[in-house]
């Protein structure tokens, strides 16, 4: 199974809103709505942010939204904020019954 | 709530079989629909699904791994473990346990994470 493709990297300033994007393949992202998000701040355990494509987990901040078009899935984190520097990756559910992840995306809050 | 503590040796040689157990509090491994996964992350990479197994027992193992991996569930101690073998360097990394949820894609809690280390 191959990884996901997420950019290396994206920047924004505070009170800005980012997009990341997650590309995968009609076998995992566009065969299933099982996608999710991951925050990962530097040594710590990687965080559940969004399930389900678009779903948020209790206390997860209504700043942050998933959706899906096709093969390829998106983050939005809106209003940023400092706490939000972090290393993001999606996965995803695919048809042999095994998960992916996509590679990882360090946003940078200027 | 749900907590999950990954245990095991920090250094294993090479060849050798890589053996961690993640032990479950706040809950029972046996209820529910759940998947019992694990995913480890070589430091500076990104996170590599290594595979699940079902609380009636059913697994699921990453292609790349799928001929060295094992796991298995301990329901008198609420724990479950994972079994690696003919490890080298590139098994390197930190080892993190998590709770998968049947009917959804939603993944948590994780365990804090333990660094295991291949080396001679």
């Known amino acids: 199974q191959s990884a996901l493709t997420q950019p290396a990297s994206v920047s924004g300033s505070p009170g800005q809103s980012i997009t990341i994007s997650c590309i995968g393949s009609?076998?995992?992202?566009?065969?299933?709505?099982?996608v999710s998000w991951f925050q990962q701040h530097p040594g710590k355990a990687p965080k559940l942010t969004i399930y389900?494509?678009?779903n948020r987990p209790s206390g997860v901040s209504n700043r942050f939204s998933g959706s899906k078009s096709g093969n390829t899935a998106s983050l939005t984190i809106s209003g940023l904020q400092a706490d939000d520097e972090a290393d993001y990756y999606c996965?995803?559910?695919?048809?042999?019954?095994?998960?992916?992840f996509g590679g990882g995306t360090k946003l940078t809050v200027l | 709530q749900v907590q999950l503590q990954e245990s095991g040796p920090g250094l294993v040689k090479p060849s050798q079989t890589l053996s961690l157990t993640c032990t479950v509090s706040?809950?029972?491994?046996?209820?529910?629909?759940?998947?019992w996964s694990w995913i480890r992350q070589p430091a500076g990479k990104g996170l590599e699904w290594i595979g699940r197994i079902h609380t009636r027992g059913s697994t699921n193992f990453n292609p790349s791994l799928k001929s060295r991996v094992n796991m298995s569930l301990d329901t008198s101690r609420n724990r479950f473990s994972l079994n690696l073998s003919s490890v080298t360097a590139a098994d390197t990394a930190v080892y993190y346990c998590?709770?998968?949820?049947?009917?959804?894609?939603?993944?948590?809690?994780w365990g804090q994470g333990t660094l295991v280390t291949v080396s001679s």
């Open positions: 389900d494509v678009s």
């Open positions: 998590a709770r998968e949820d049947y009917a959804s894609s939603s993944v948590d809690p």
């Open positions: 009609s076998s995992d992202i566009g065969g299933y709505n099982f």
């Open positions: 706040g809950g029972s491994i046996s209820s529910g629909s759940y998947y």
């Open positions: 996965s995803a559910h695919t048809s042999s019954s095994t998960w992916v």
